[in-house]
Every structure is written in structure tokens, then in C-alpha cells.
């Protein structure tokens, strides 16, 4: 018999694995059996998504499965510097050398540091990726794709079935964002083609809904590259599921009113369950918590959830950009300029200018031509709460 455990077993917070994952067996048996279709056919992947449907958790499970199947892989984390193209190629190259240390390349280019790897750093600051560039001539993707080729050799001699690029918020990569800079262009035609010569690279790419357009725009044929999920709020019953499911071994019990009522409230997003979930137990003095006990702290429970997920995007916004956020809050989800216009009275630019900010700052993500919606779920609820 298991030991029941005292410990809260919910896990709020940025990419920490919940108990139990709710909602995504499908997504994981697929993910597995895409990397035994990848040992004949390439494959890629794309996750897509809100801020709080677990996507980095998502891709954190997937490490095992890589284990499991005997592929290398390799996580990192995006952000906007490496739109610049000479960062993201550093990067990259950091990510392919620090998984095949022991290439013929690799040590015909390192530092000789007695006793040290090659550090990110080193990378990064370019000393060592220009010198691994400068062993090759040619456009910058021809020399990628021979880097790929003789790195590949090595994954293979070490028994692996390829490697795996693990890559989140990828949709802060965009080309010509930095002018004249195509970070995404090149990932895309050097993968292209050696995976089109049999070398099983995979892409993992993750982020925001804009993503599966920025790959696009890059590259058209890059909706022919990728499997797309787009990650959604879990089923009601998944959300409960997810309740249910950590407190199997634990003291603590949630009556069917509470569960009932945490689905409602929490509108099946995998961050709020793990949040209201975490903050009941954390602040209840007792083990049988029901519905009543939830609505005695409440407006403590919204108070924390603002300051934690909400109010840092929102402390960024000017005085205007609360403003225009004001207007929309009786609009439908996805946000029509049009709309909007008829609201603010402002010229045709000064709000686009404004939208473009709201963009940048996250708040927006741009749905279609003159669509938006928030990245953040419930967002419009925060603003109603603040505004």
C-alpha cells in the first residue's frame, strides 16, 4: 500500500511538472510514435498555445520518451536577441556541439583547455562558433548543413537514432525582426535539406499561436515540415482528472462541489488548476476542503493569482495602452480593429502603433489581418478586476 503523503502535491509555477500531466496522453503517444516513423520519414512538431496550457511541461516530458527511444535531444529556451541571426546560429551550434563532444570537428576547432569543455559561453561570445564556421566555404546554410552532416556522423557512431531540438518560446523568432537578419529561413533550409538526405534531426519547436506563422512566412513550405498541435484548456473532464489525481496519495480530500467549482473557476487551464489547487491546501488548516472553504478566501485566491500571473505584463503598460485595453473588454475573444477604431478616438496609426506595443509587450498576439487576441487566458477577467 502507498504511503499517504502530507506534502501539498500540486506544483504551480513556470515549466515544474505537475503530479500527473492531465489532457495529453494523445499528444505523448504521439510524439512517440513520430520518432520511430523518423528513423525512415522526417519528422518535426509544433506546439502552439496560450500562456498557461502547459506546453513547457509538455516538452519537459518529452525528454524521457527521447531517452526511452535512445534519442539525444536538447532544450532551450527562446527570447527576442536571437532574432538576431549571428545569436541564433551561436546558439544553435551550442546546442550541436555540447551533445557530440567527441566529433573529429569539434576537437580540431576547441580551445585546448586542459580539464574543460566547451562552455556556452565560448559559444555564445562567437569565438568558437566562427572558428567551427570558418572550417567550411560557402553561403552561411551550405556550411551549416556540412556541420549537421559531420555532427550527425557521430550521433550515429555513439548508438543514438538522432537528436532532438527541444525549442520554447520559439515564437519570438522571427525573420527580419533585426533587418536583414533570417534566423528562421536558415534553420529551415538547412534542416530541410538534411533531413531530406536521411539525417534524423528533429524539431520540437514551441510558443505562442503566432509561431505556425512566422514559419511560414519564413519558408512556405514549412506547413509541409511540421505536425501541428495546438494545446487548448483541458475537458472538464480532464480537469478533473487533474484535481483528482494528485490527492489519490495524499491526506487531503476535495469535496464534488469544490472540484465542480474549481473547473468552473479555473476554466480547465493546466497553470490555474495547479494554483488555485496548491493555494487551498496551502491556506486551509484542514484536510477535507470543500466549496465553502473556497469562497471564505476567494478574493485572497484572485488577489495572489493576479499578482503572480497578471500583474507583471501589466505594471509594463502606459497609461494609453490601459486605456485602449479598457475599450475591449466587451468585445468578443478575438479582437477585431475595426472594432476597436470605432471605440478609441485615435488616428488609424496611433492605434496601430498601440497594437503593434501590445504586441511586444505580449499582451496581443496578432490572430489575422486586423484580429487580435490576448496571449494570456482570462486576461480580459484580470483587466475587468483592475481597470
Given at each position: ?236 473532464k480532464d480537469s478533473v482528472e487533474a484535481i483528482k489525481q494528485p490527492l489519490r496519495h495524499t491526506k487531503f480530500n476535495f469535496s464534488e462541489k469544490l472540484i465542480d467549482r474549481l473547473v468552473k473557476e479555473t476554466g480547465g487551464y493546466p497553470y490555474f488548476i495547479q494554483f488555485y489547487c496548491f493555494h487551498l491546501i496551502d491556506n486551509i488548516p484542514k484536510k477535507d476542503i470543500n466549496k465553502n472553504d473556497f ?93
Amino acid at each position: 500500500m502507498k504511503k499517504i503523503s502530507n506534502l501539498n502535491p500540486f506544483r504551480p509555477g513556470n515549466g515544474l511538472i505537475p503530479p500527473y500531466l492531465a489532457g495529453r496522453n494523445q499528444d505523448l503517444l504521439l510524439f512517440k510514435k513520430s520518432l520511430d516513423i523518423a528513423l525512415s520519414l522526417p519528422q518535426n512538431l509544433v506546439i502552439s498555445g496560450l500562456r498557461g496550457t502547459g506546453k513547457t511541461v509538455f516538452l519537459m516530458n518529452l525528454e524521457e520518451i527521447c531517452r526511452e527511444k535512445k534519442w539525444l535531444f536538447v532544450r532551450r529556451e527562446f527570447n527576442r536577441q536571437f532574432c538576431n541571426e549571428q545569436k541564433f546560429l551561436y546558439a544553435l551550434l551550442t546546442d550541436l556541439v555540447t551533445k557530440v563532444e567527441g566529433a573529429s570537428l569539434v576537437k580540431k576547432v576547441r580551445k585546448k583547455r586542459i580539464g574543460f569543455a566547451v562552455s556556452d559561453e565560448d559559444i555564445i561570445n562567437g569565438d568558437f562558433a566562427d572558428k567551427l564556421l570558418s572550417e567550411y566555404k560557402g553561403p552561411l546554410v551550405d556550411r551549416m548543413e556540412l556541420i549537421l552532416k559531420e555532427l550527425y556522423s557521430e550521433i550515429n557512431k555513439a548508438g543514438f537514432n538522432g537528436l532532438v531540438f527541444l525549442y520554447d518560446e520559439f515564437h519570438f523568432i522571427e525573420d527580419n525582426k533585426v533587418s536583414d537578419n533570417f534566423p528562421l529561413s536558415l534553420l529551415l533550409e538547412a534542416f530541410s535539406h538534411v533531413q531530406q538526405k536521411g539525417l534524423r534531426y528533429y524539431l520540437v519547436l514551441s510558443g505562442l499561436p503566432t509561431l505556425t506563422g512566422n514559419l511560414v512566412e519564413a519558408k512556405t513550405y514549412a506547413e509541409r515540415m511540421f505536425q501541428v498541435r495546438t494545446f487548448k484548456e483541458l475537458s472538464p473532464k480532464d480537469s478533473v482528472e487533474a484535481i483528482k489525481q494528485p490527492l489519490r496519495h495524499t491526506k487531503f480530500n476535495f469535496s464534488e462541489k469544490l472540484i465542480d467549482r474549481l473547473v468552473k473557476e479555473t476554466g480547465g487551464y493546466p497553470y490555474f488548476i495547479q494554483f488555485y489547487c496548491f493555494h487551498l491546501i496551502d491556506n486551509i488548516p484542514k484536510k477535507d476542503i470543500n466549496k465553502n472553504d473556497f469562497e471564505k478566501i476567494y478574493p485572497f485566491l484572485l488577489k495572489q493569482l493576479d499578482e503572480s500571473f497578471f500583474y507583471g505584463r501589466f505594471t509594463r503598460l502606459s497609461n494609453t495602452e490601459r486605456e485602449i485595453l479598457s475599450k475591449m473588454l466587451d468585445l468578443p475573444e478575438e479582437l477585431e480593429v475595426s472594432e476597436i477604431r470605432k471605440r478609441i478616438k485615435k488616428s488609424r496609426g496611433a492605434i496601430n502603433l498601440l497594437l503593434n506595443n501590445l504586441v511586444e509587450k505580449e499582451i496581443l498576439y496578432r490572430v489575422k489581418r486586423g484580429c487580435y487576441s490576448f496571449t494570456l487566458p482570462m486576461f480580459k477577467e484580470f483587466l475587468v478586476r483592475n481597470l
